[in-house]
């Protein structure tokens, strides 16, 4: 079984071993008060068949901060007997890059 990390290193820095065959994305934008609020969803099929749900969502109120709140949600949608585990989130962008380079460390050090 794969961490789901090695699939998250894969969608941001091509990986010829979790090669991606398919990438579909929308975005919708909905109006919550004053508050414009964007979700970006990105599904990926892998070589070997996993598909993983790759969502982001924040406000159009952010600042220019790189570490404004948002929701980033990485979700195995198929073939969920190969990754562990099955749902990552991170509420903002630092966050998610500091694991990112964490991981990214960890994979080359294996």
């Known amino acids: ?9 894969a969608i941001h820095q091509p990986d010829a071993r979790f090669a991606i065959t398919n990438a579909v994305s929308h975005t919708r934008m909905e109006k919550e008060a004053d508050i414009e609020v964007e979700e970006q969803e990105t599904v990926y099929t892998f070589e070997n068949g996993v598909v993983i749900r790759y969502t982001i969502e924040n406000s159009t109120e952010l600042t220019e901060q790189s570490c404004d709140e948002c929701w980033v949600t990485y979700e195995v949608l198929d073939n969920l ?3 562990s585990p099955k749902r990552k989130t991170f509420y903002n962008r630092c966050q998610e890059t500091f694991w990112l380079e964490t991981h990214q460390l960890r994979a080359a050090l294996d």
Do not use: G, R
């Open 1 to 9: 079984m794969e961490n789901l990390s090695s699939y998250i290193l």
């Open 81 to 83: 007997n190969l990754v």
